[in-house]
Nanobody, 120 residues
Framework: VQLQASGGGLVQAGGSLRLSCAAS????????MGWYRQAPGKQREVVAS???????NYADSEKGRFTISRDNAKNTVYLEMNSLKFEDTAVYYC???????????????WGQGTLVTVSS
């Protein structure tokens, strides 16, 4: 299983970006997909997650500014980021909790990260 993230870049404060992450390979069941980020000198933190069946969750600082969505047919998760702030600057990683085969346990898979830089 591979996760390929894209959509990062340089944007001015107040601007918008849309991140995408597609999971490919052997995928039997795809449960929760999400986005994390890691700013320089800080620990990785959750940004938002979306369950196949139970909806979405957001970190408090992202509520109202970010929207997570998914396309189950494409095993793809999106993150629409609006009103970006300087402190949103980080490497954004996508995550998928899935089963590669029917007999596997659910486990986490990670994308390679995409850099988002917000200029003030």
């Amino acid at each position: 299983v591979q996760l390929q993230a894209s959509g990062g870049g340089l944007v001015q404060a107040g601007g918008s970006l849309r991140l995408s992450c597609a999971a490919s390979g052997s995928i039997f069941a795809n449960n929760i997909m999400g986005w994390y980020r890691q700013a320089p000198g800080k620990q990785r933190e959750v940004v938002a997650s979306i369950s196949r069946y139970y909806g979405t969750n957001y970190a408090d600082s992202e509520k109202g500014r970010f929207t997570i969505s998914r396309d189950n047919a494409k095993n793809t998760v999106y993150l629409e980021m609006n009103s970006l702030k300087f402190e949103d600057t980080a490497v954004y990683y996508c995550n998928a909790n899935l089963k590669a085969r029917s007999w596997d346990q659910y486990r986490d898979y990670w994308g390679q990260g995409t850099l988002v830089t917000v200029s003030s």
